[in-house]
């Protein structure tokens, strides 16, 4: 069994910034982490995700604005994310798994709320 925990969520205004954190208890049969969210009334979307090979796949709506990263030393996969908007708005999760678009796991999730 893998632990996700997410950390860095919180309120920011239209153009800021924050940084999301995930820690995994163990990255033994894990080759993708990926952050996902869930905005109100909506369906859970993939933001992003990175490959234990450091290959990295963004969604459309976070192209050029969200950064995903991996540190493999500490477990822990992060996404910077910049420029945010309204539309941002959602809980996020981490997730991590053996395949892309396929979580095995998934942490709690924390809330982002982007004020405009």
């Known amino acids: 069994q893998v632990q996700l925990v997410e950390s860095g969520g919180g309120l920011v205004q239209t153009g800021g910034s924050l940084r999301l954190s995930c820690v995994a208890s163990t990255t033994r049969f894990i080759n993708v982490m990926s952050w996902y969210r869930q905005a109100p009334g909506k369906q859970r979307e993939s933001v992003a995700s990175?490959?234990?090979?450091?290959?990295?796949n963004y969604a459309d709506s976070a192209q050029g604005r969200f950064t995903i990263s991996r540190d493999t030393a500490s477990n822990t996969v992060s996404l910077q994310m910049n420029s945010l908007k309204p539309e941002d708005t959602a809980v996020y999760y981490c997730a991590a798994g053996l395949w892309e678009g396929r979580p095995d796991y998934w942490g709690q999730g924390t809330q982002v709320t982007v004020s405009s």
């Open positions: 990175i490959t234990s090979g450091g290959r990295t």
